[in-house]
Nanobody
Framework: VQLVESGGGVVQTGGSLRLSCTAS????????IGWFRQAPGKERDFVAV????????YYGDSVKDRFTISRDNAKNTVTLQMNSLKPEDTAVYYC?????????????????WGQGTQVTVSS
């Protein structure tokens, strides 16, 4: 079972990035997939989650209306489109899979994690 994030990088304030999370070793549509982020010296925070079907999505308050989570089960991929980026969005972004499909915002609910991808927003 493996999750691999990609798409991170450096972008200026107001710019956009598109992160991808690709699953292997399991069928992605059996799981809810969440995105979390962790800045240096801070806890890992919830960003967004999408149900196994893609029919339900939830966002953290700080990213609502700027980020969009979507999935393509045929490609075993979940995407996080990030617009209007701010310096406070700088963090390592992780995707995670929840086999119980609970759509929770806590890290303990998730069974598998990727290695993370760095997003840096310069002011």
């Amino acid at each position: 079972v493996q999750l691999v994030e990609s798409g991170g990088g450096v972008v200026q304030t107001g710019g956009s990035l598109r992160l991808s999370c690709t699953a292997s070793g399991f069928t992605a549509d059996e799981y809810a997939i969440g995105w979390f982020r962790q800045a240096p010296g801070k806890e890992r925070d919830f960003v967004a989650v999408i149900s196994w079907s893609g029919g339900s999505t939830y966002y953290g308050d700080s990213v609502k209306d700027r980020f969009t989570i979507s999935r393509d089960n045929a490609k075993n991929t979940v995407t996080l489109q990030m617009n209007s980026l701010k310096p406070e969005d700088t963090a390592v972004y992780y995707c995670a899979a929840d086999r119980n499909r609970q759509l929770l915002r806590t890290t303990i609910a998730y069974d598998y994690w990727g290695q993370g991808t760095q997003v840096t927003v310069s002011s």
